[in-house]
């Protein structure tokens, strides 16, 4: 492939010159048979309700899969009951040896996965791999720590040596997942993985304009060995099916932005059941004063730019020093100008297009809008239709102040403010000036002084000296917002137990809690007082 330099237009602040791959001539390993295929697992009555599927890179058609309706959505929970009621029924570990397999399939058929995200996300074939390692990453984790979470334990009881207690985890039972276009296989399927392996059915809604990757994982799955039918699969309008997957499921799982998040757990709390959601985010990188700026340059760049933008973990706040402004924001806006934008169906673009003409227009709002009252521009801040109908150059603005739309609303987009601030103090506070607090960045040469930092910032993860995947990538550690982006977390022990109903068994033996028959109350009570102080200090008695 060749690369090619297009200078941009250029306004009173840029003189950007993007580089550019325009070649477009690998062929996708995915054909229109497999697609047909795989749009036949979609739970539909009414096969002449169906919906095109745009291909991100050329705005063309990629497909047309079955729409479903309300009813479909009730159908498809009752066979995914059925389903579930023989894969629960397996030992944990038969259940965790299907996830291996999984984890070797995903491996195994990158490629033609990398293809679909590509063509029905837009994004960059690397940004693409994250999404596979995820996958592969989650069922490796999922199957060897499973048994140990969902093993009974015992706890300790109400009277050490008498009352015997085991803590058992039961399944929920139909887990309903909502999860939106910008990872279609990490938040399609990554999400399901630890309510599958805990004996549960699944109900999944991907977003209507990324099916195909959501469909292709559940192809593997059964392949892998689950039980036929135990994942169902909708696709249509959420604004139609979100209330009856929320209605038929007995667990919610949904990623989306904070304002539909508000609504579905409205709807949740309306039926008394749990749900865990990753909403919206206007995350905030430090740059500490004793950074090494040219790993900081770096790390902003991925931290900003990749998948486009459009990552809930990504930064769209960088926080500067004065002493480190000019370097920073010279060799920043340098490499963002260095960045090859490709619609290549391979490894060549460091970043891809936007999703859809929706997402293009929001970022070209918040981008004029912010020019036309004083903002000033670094780096690209302009549409590339000569590249694909949604692609957008890396954007970075400064002088960004609060009557802009930019300042406090998310972007989703490969847009950036930089910030100048006075120490860390000022940037502390001003990250943590805001409704979100879902993944925030730290960069220092001290990692103590990082930690502190990091441990100030109302944010459910962050990360010191990396932009975003330190902290997604550590299966072991929770991840999930604070504030205003989102409830519960996935990852971890909660990432799987909160897909389960926690049962409490307590046997007791010989004397009860409480009085015993024949013995008065007020004398139960002074003894009772005198063993409870006696055991108060009591090594191994909590």
């Not at 603005?397 to 950036?416: N, S």
């Amino acid at each position: 492939m060749t690369t090619v330099t297009h200078s941009t237009a250029t306004n009173r602040n840029s003189t950007d010159h993007i580089s550019t791959n325009t070649n477009r001539a690998l062929t996708p390993r995915i054909d229109t048979d497999r697609l047909r295929r795989l749009s036949s697992r979609v739970v539909v009555a009414d096969s002449a309700l169906t919906q095109d599927v745009t291909n991100a890179m050329t705005g063309e058609v990629l497909g047309t899969v079955p729409r479903s309706t309300r009813e479909d959505v009730v159908a498809a929970a009752a066979r995914a009951r059925t389903a579930q009621k023989a894969w629960a029924a397996r030992p944990v570990r038969q259940r965790a040896k299907v996830l291996l397999r999984f984890h070797d399939l995903v491996l195994q058929r990158q490629d033609e996965a990398l293809d679909l995200i590509q063509l029905e996300n837009g994004k960059a074939r690397r940004h693409a791999f994250e999404e596979i390692m995820d996958a592969a990453m989650a069922a490796r984790y999922y199957a060897h720590t499973a048994p140990a979470y969902l093993r009974p334990k015992r706890r300790q009881g109400a009277q050490p040596g008498l009352t015997r207690v085991w803590e058992l985890h039961h399944p929920k039972g139909l887990v309903g997942v909502i999860s939106p276009w910008n990872y279609p296989l990490t938040l399609g399927i990554s999400d399901a993985l630890p309510a599958i392996v805990a004996g549960n059915a699944v109900l999944t809604k991907p977003d209507a304009q990324t099916p195909y990757t959501a469909l292709w994982a559940v192809d593997l799955l059964e392949e892998a060995g689950m039980e036929p039918g135990l994942v169902q699969v909708v696709t249509g309008s959420g604004a139609e099916l979100g209330k009856p997957i929320i209605d038929s499921s007995d667990f919610l799982m949904f990623t989306g932005s904070t304002a539909v998040g508000r609504t579905v757990a409205a709807q949740a709390g309306e039926r008394l059941i749990e749900s865990s959601m990753e909403l919206g985010g206007k995350n905030a990188l430090l740059v500490l004063e004793d950074a090494d700026v040219d790993k900081a340059v770096s790390g902003a760049i991925r931290a900003s730019f990749s998948n486009t933008g459009q990552l809930c973990i990504s930064m769209e706040r960088i926080y500067v020093p004065g002493a480190l402004w000019e370097e920073f924001t010279t060799k920043f806006a340098s490499a963002a100008r260095a960045m090859t934008l490709s619609a290549g169906i391979d490894y060549s673009g460091d970043m891809g297009s936007l999703v859809s003409a929706k997402q293009l227009e929001t970022v070209e709002r918040h981008v004029e809008d912010a020019r036309a009252k004083g903002a000033t521009v670094l780096a690209g801040g302009r549409a590339r239709p000569d590249l694909g109908p949604f692609f957008y150059e890396p954007t970075i603005l400064t002088d960004v102040d609060d009557t802009m739309e930019v300042y406090d609303h998310e972007t989703f987009g490969p847009v950036v403010s930089v910030y100048r601030v006075a120490d860390d103090e000022e940037a502390i506070s001003r990250a943590n000036d805001s409704e979100y607090g879902l993944n925030f960045s730290v960069w220092t040469s001290d990692e103590d002084r990082g930690r502190a930092v990091a441990a100030r910032l109302e944010a459910g993860t962050v990360n010191v000296n990396d932009a975003y995947a330190a902290a997604w990538g550590s299966m072991d550690a929770p991840m999930g917002g604070m504030k205003a982006s989102g409830l519960g977390r996935r990852h971890g022990e909660h990432g799987i137990l909160k897909y389960t109903e926690a049962q409490t068994i307590a046997v007791e033996r010989g004397i009860p809690v409480g009085a015993p028959d024949g013995v008065k109350p007020a004398l139960y009570a002074r003894v009772a007082t005198l063993a409870l102080k006696a055991i108060k200090n009591v090594p191994g008695i909590k």
